[in-house]
């Protein structure tokens, strides 16, 4: 299977995702494998799987772990991933989250993490559900924030704010998306999970911090959606230039501390 996403939502990023990007905390691994008795049997799917930050850490709970993306840098960045890590449990698919079907086998678990809301949810939620096991479930995590306007989130970090700020400059007020902008989700996940044949979810709430220099502070803006490295151009020294004086003027020190409270939506069949 092979289908790009024509939105091209992250081409370019790949690189900065893997590098920049904040982990998820080991905190949220060991519960999700407490929950579902993970004990290196049975197989992962990882949808939306990016340069594999869910599928990766979670290798060593499965016999196989399946990352889908529609991004093939992304996966060429996990491959590599797996390499230095060597992992060898690890399978990559470019496809969409939408055309998963039988054809994959059944899975123990299936994960999205800042991935869902680029998806048809319910479609995914239906057919996530078809090819889970019984017992089996699925998780949805990704870090939470306030929505605001124009497709824009409320950021707890003041240097966030201040970063948005030229990104407004040079790409104006309403959020980007790849080639196109961002569009909120109409109906908040919970709901859609008790909408689904899953019928349920539960919470799991974890808060934790990381501390960036300035330079991770810069880059982790081009593993975004709405930064394009490519599209600024001979504008681009202009724009770090800008970025790194708005960031300086938030803390001189250069040290920044990001602030990340990570949710996870559990279901089980």
């Known amino acids: 299977m092979n289908m790009t996403d024509e939105r091209k939502l992250f081409k370019g990023t790949a690189y900065y995702y893997a590098k920049y990007r904040a982990k998820y905390p080991t905190k949220f691994f060991e519960h999700i494998a407490k929950i579902f008795h ?31 993306d529609t991004e093939q840098e992304m996966l060429d960045e996990a491959v590599q991933e797996a ?12 496809d969409k989250a939408e055309n998963i079907n039988a054809a994959l ?21 239906q057919k996530s559900y078809e090819i889970l096991e019984k017992g089996g479930g699925l998780v949805i995590a990704g870090p939470t924030a ?17 970063r948005k700020k030229v990104v407004k400059k040079y790409f104006g007020e309403k959020r980007r998306a790849g080639s196109g902008f961002y569009q909120e989700p109409g109906e908040r996940f919970e709901t859609l999970l008790v909408q689904s044949p899953f019928g349920y979810c539960e919470e ?20 975004t959606s709405y930064v394009s490295r490519e599209e600024l151009g001979d504008k681009l020294s202009d724009f770090e230039h800008d970025m790194r004086e708005a ?4 803390e001189p020190s250069g040290s920044f501390v990001e602030h990340i409270t990570l949710q996870a939506l559990i279901a089980r069949k």
């Open 38 to 68: 993970l004990d290196g049997k049975g197989r992962l799917l990882d949808l939306g799987c990016g340069t594999g930050q869910i599928t990766l850490p979670f290798a060593r709970y499965f016999a196989e772990v399946v990352g889908l």
């Open 83 to 94: 390499k230095e890590d060597k992992i060898k449990n690890a399978k990559w698919i470019c």
């Open 146 to 162: 306030a929505p605001g306007k124009d497709g824009w989130r409320v950021d707890e970090d003041n240097w966030r704010e201040a």
């Open 204 to 223: 799991w709430v974890y808060k934790y911090t990381r501390s960036m220099t300035l330079d991770e502070t810069v880059n982790e803006i081009y593993s």
């Open 105 to 125: 086998g059944v899975f123990h678990l299936i994960t999205m993490g800042k991935s869902f809301h680029w998806m048809n949810r319910k479609a995914v939620l």
């Open 247 to 250: 960031l300086l003027q938030i």
